[in-house]
């Protein structure tokens, strides 16, 4: 797009090798069906495992965004400790660990450690010998009844609760002179 007062360019196309510099992406399509078979087949291939790591649910930054909920890259320490995971076990079981994050709330604490309590709960750990079980092993009745997830993930990102519902202006709303009332609340606040 022409901006400002700029002279309008002259694109020379009948140079000879032109064609060699455009840039094409004719595989779009095709690489779409290669991607999703792959992961298909990844799928079955260890099956009944889930395909990847369980993540936390995270706000994203920025004002425009943090209102969301999506997937994290990995759990902190202090969310692993209120689950009761080991930081070292945790890879082993699936569950993705990212030293760097930090828990800023309560409520993202709460939430990441209910999504592992969750997880841990519907865990079934094959034993690595089918002969020689471990301790944290799984018995043979869970092995048995174990079916891989169809859900995209491994759980379902948690609903965020809905906001307040739009209402009706009564008149006592109006008459209120609620400027006043904050003023005093932050006077109130600040002695």
């Known amino acids: 797009m022409v901006r400002h007062n700029n002279v309008v360019p002259n694109q020379h196309f009948h140079k000879t090798l ?8 004719f595989d779009q399509a095709a690489r779409k069906k290669r991607r999703r078979l792959k992961r298909a087949a990844k799928a079955a291939a260890v099956a009944p495992r889930p395909v990847g790591l369980l993540r936390p ?5 920025t004002n425009k965004y943090n209102y969301k909920l999506r997937q ?9 400790k209120e689950a009761g995971i080991n930081k070292k076990q945790a890879r082993s079981i699936g569950v993705a660990v990212d030293h760097r994050r930090r828990n ?7 939430l990441n450690s209910q999504r592992l309590k969750e997880y841990k709960a519907a865990l079934i750990v094959f034993p ?7 301790a944290g092993d799984s018995s043979k009745e869970e092995i048995a ?10 759980l379902k990102m ?3 609760p809905k906001g307040e519902e739009a209402m009706v202006i009564t008149d006592e709303m109006k008459s209120d002179d609620v ?13």
Not at 57 to 61: R, T, Y
Not at 128 to 134: A, D, L, P, Q, S
Not at 145 to 154: E, H, N, P, Y
């Open 18 to 25: 032109w064609q060699d510099h455009v840039k094409t992406w």
């Open 104 to 110: 800023r709330s309560a409520e993202s604490l709460q």
């Open 128 to 134: 690595k010998k089918r002969n020689k079980v471990k």
């Open 145 to 154: 009844s174990a079916v891989q997830t169809k859900v995209k993930g491994i």
């Open 72 to 80: 994290g890259r990995g759990f902190t320490f202090a969310e692993l």
């Open 57 to 61: 649910a995270v706000h994203p930054p």
């Open 179 to 191: 400027f006043h009332k904050l003023r005093l609340l932050r006077a109130e606040a600040k002695e």
């Open 158 to 160: 948690p609903e965020l």
